[in-house]
Each structure stands twice: as C-alpha cells, then as structure tokens.
C-alpha cells in the first residue's frame, strides 16, 4: 500500500516536497517511481529509485536538475524533491512501486494521487 502526501499550491519558481508512504518493507525492496498526469493528457514518467545497492535513479529530460528522488528505508518512505517548478509542472503526482527499475507505467503498485498546482 502506497500513500502519497505532500501536493498543494505553491508559486514557480518554488518548492514542494512529495512523500510516499510504503508498508511494510516496500522501498527496501521494490524500486519507486513517481508520474504525473495533468488534466487530457497521459500520465508520465517523472523519476524512479531503484531498490538495489547503489540507489541508481532515472529523470524525465523535463524535471532533471530541478526534481530529485530519494528514499529513507528506516522510514519506509520515498520523496520527491521538486525546486524551481513551473506551471507546466502542475498535475496529479503519483508515486509506484515494482520489482522492476523501469521508466515505464506498468508499474504494479499505485499511490492514490496527490495534486501539484504551480501558479504564474
């Protein structure tokens, strides 16, 4: 079970910080994703931490250098750093969990939505 937290309305070029929520011990041993879905579009790859040694993580070109994911295995709980958003960032933010490191949305575990709003 994932639970995501963490959206609101915040203005661009501001922060926000997004957690997931895992039980058990999930981000030990499950990669973590997050996408976005903005309202008539698909939903899409934002980043992704893989579960082994080494923390590998994956960024969609759009959010590289401004989003950052990380997770706290002690917590259970894995985030997503996003600093100098944009309006083209607003969306509902999803966070995923597979066995697979994957960009892709087949993702088997899905957070219920936490909507980002950014204001111009």
């Known amino acids: 079970q994932l639970q995501a937290s963490g959206g609101g309305l915040v203005q661009a070029g501001g922060s926000l910080r997004l957690s997931c929520a895992a039980s058990s011990h999930t981000v030990m041993t499950y990669a973590m994703a997050w996408f976005r879905q903005a309202p008539g579009k698909d939903r899409e790859f934002v980043a992704a931490?893989?579960?082994?040694?080494?923390?590998?993580?994956e960024y969609a070109e759009s959010v590289k250098g401004r989003f950052t994911i990380s997770k706290d295995n002690t917590k259970n709980t894995a985030y997503l750093r996003m600093n100098s958003l944009k309006t083209e960032d607003s969306a509902v933010y999803y966070c995923a969990a597979d066995r697979r490191f994957t960009t892709g949305t087949s993702y088997r575990y899905w957070g219920q939505g936490t909507q980002v709003t950014v204001s111009s």
């Open positions: 931490i893989s579960w082994r040694s080494g923390d590998s993580t």
